[in-house]
């Protein structure tokens, strides 16, 4: 589940570096990184990242020596929702899942590999999306535990791509793949310190990935720098039979590393959504550094005076609800073979009947809620609802009535503490992300820094389509950043 749709739900109830353990370099193998894999998330801080390593990988590595390109040789982690050919299952988290080896690549997954990528293995998330819950902690899973923050192990790494932006950030791969609904790929990259994109919906294939709902679930890249995503996004990006949303994929797409290196922010019109900001001082002050760095790249910064209009979140909440029950009983009954569990009911009554590996810790409320959801005219009306209060009448009207190319606010606020108990305790009120995430707007999410210790990103959020544009408004953040990124310490906050 998104996290920011937390409070919704209520209405239905020394330097790592120092030691060869820093962020992943060029000449980084698969050897490397299987080494941080054992020392750091296995053992040591335990990160709880990585859930399963793929055997094959030093072979893959092997191959892909024979191949040419600007991908070939990159190592990366994939969440584990995402399909991936081989001996690994795609569990999304779930014991429900644990022997779901499907023996297909997605068809983003099998584009990287065409360009040599190398898949080292799954990473951990917040169980079935963060969906199962509204009183979950972010980054558990019933099959990977939780994952914890690299920068602060006692702080949440956000969800539900939280095992893919811990694993980046502490150098167990090049880069890895997320999936977001509402914050999922961004708010991990906020909170563990790295880069995180969420293309335009449409842009990147969701077949063979479990679902939350098609009309808010895409892939997106999370890399240790803009270029590192761009490069990972142009393998991933394309046109997919199977997923009539990327239908303009292959006409639309481009390269989109291609002006990183170059980009300029002068007399760029950029939207400060103020009230995003959240009412923390610290926060608050990290931003207007980063605005401040903006305008000394050229921007011209123009204040925005926006509020989230209150039915969107009730709306977006109806639709993910009706999709999730759909969408996964769709994608469990296209699953190879007889699969036993074929309907969201079906997992329903898995968990009650494993409630000691799945319902300790918090229970599955939106489950439940959702297979009531059945009402498609309430469905459909908060669907064209939720896109006109986030798409022509939020990103589309406050791009051209202010006459901007994009938005920027915080992307989230720092880190809270672990909760398995309670749950997640994101009270900060920061952040633009749903408009992008309801609309399928390209959303890009960048370090601008720390609170005592704990990163923040700045989110840059453009027009639909608008991808590389955005990235290179990124890139360009990067060059005219003048605050120091965190390290990740592996220590528990404080220590």
């Known amino acids: ?88 299952p795609t569990t999304a988290g779930s014991w429900a899942l644990h022997g779901n080896v499907t023996g297909r690549d997605a068809p983003l997954i099998a584009r990287l590999r065409k360009a040599g990528v190398v898949i080292l293995g799954k990473t951990n998330l917040s169980e079935w999306a963060n969906m199962r819950s509204g009183s979950s902690s972010s980054g558990w899973s019933g099959v990977g535990g939780q994952t914890r923050n690299p920068h602060a192990l006692d702080r949440s790494p956000c969800g539900s791509s939280s095992g893919s932006g811990a694993g980046v950030a502490a150098g167990l791969a090049w880069a890895a793949i997320g999936t977001e609904t509402d914050g999922s790929v961004t708010c991990p990259a906020s909170a563990n310190g790295i880069v995180g994109f969420k293309p335009t919906l449409g842009l990147v294939s969701r077949t063979h990935v479990v679902p939350l709902s098609h009309s808010q679930d895409t892939p997106g890249p999370m890399a240790t720098s803009v270029a ?123 968990n009650k009947a494993h409630a000691d590996l799945e319902l300790h810790w918090f229970g599955q409320d939106l489950f439940e809620s959702a297979e009531k959801t059945t009402d498609r005219a309430a469905y459909e009306k908060a669907r064209a609802n939720s896109l006109r209060l986030a798409g022509v009448e939020g990103i589309d009207k406050l791009l051209a009535t202010n006459k901007v190319s994009f938005l920027v606010a915080p992307t989230s606020g720092p880190a809270w503490p672990i909760d398995l108990v309670t749950g997640d305790h994101d009270g900060s009120g920061v952040g633009a992300g749903t408009l992008a995430a309801v609309a399928g707007y390209p959303h890009l999410s960048v370090p601008m820094g720390a609170v005592e210790g704990l990163p923040i990103g700045l989110s840059i959020i453009g027009a639909k389509w608008d991808d590389a544009h955005v990235l290179q408004a990124g890139a360009a953040y990067e060059r005219a950043r003048t605050v120091a990124v965190p390290v990740p310490s592996l220590k528990r906050w404080g220590d």
């Not at 335990?46 to 092997?62: G, I, M, Q, R, S």
Request: net charge negative; glycine share 10%; proline share 6%.
């Open 1 to 88: 589940m998104p996290h920011r749709l937390r409070a919704l739900s209520l209405l239905l109830t020394a330097s790592i570096a120092t030691i060869g353990l820093g962020p992943a370099h060029a000449g980084d193998t698969v050897a490397t990184y299987l080494e941080r894999i054992r020392t750091i998330d296995q053992s040591g801080p335990t990160l709880h990242a990585v859930l399963a390593v793929n055997p094959d990988a030093a072979k893959e590595e092997l191959a892909a020596r024979a191949i040419t390109g600007p991908l070939a040789g990159k190592v990366i982690l994939v969440k584990d929702n995402i399909e991936v050919a081989g001996p690994l």
């Open 228 to 350: 590192d995503a761009a490069l990972l996004l142009n393998g991933m990006a394309g046109s997919d039979p199977l997923d009539p949303a990327t239908l303009e994929a292959d006409k639309l797409k481009t390269d989109f590393t291609a002006g990183l290196a170059t980009a300029s922010l002068k007399g760029v019109r950029i939207g400060v959504l103020r009230k995003q900001a959240g009412t923390e001082p610290k926060v608050q002050a990290l931003f207007d550094k980063a605005l401040a760095d903006l305008k000394a790249g050229g921007a011209e910064l123009v204040e925005i005076d926006y509020a989230f209009p209150a039915d969107l979140g009730r709306d977006e909440l109806t639709v993910l609800l009706f999709d999730l029950r759909e969408d996964m009983g769709a994608y469990l009954r296209g699953l190879p073979g007889n699969p036993p569990l074929r309907s969201l009911a079906d997992l329903i009554a898995f």
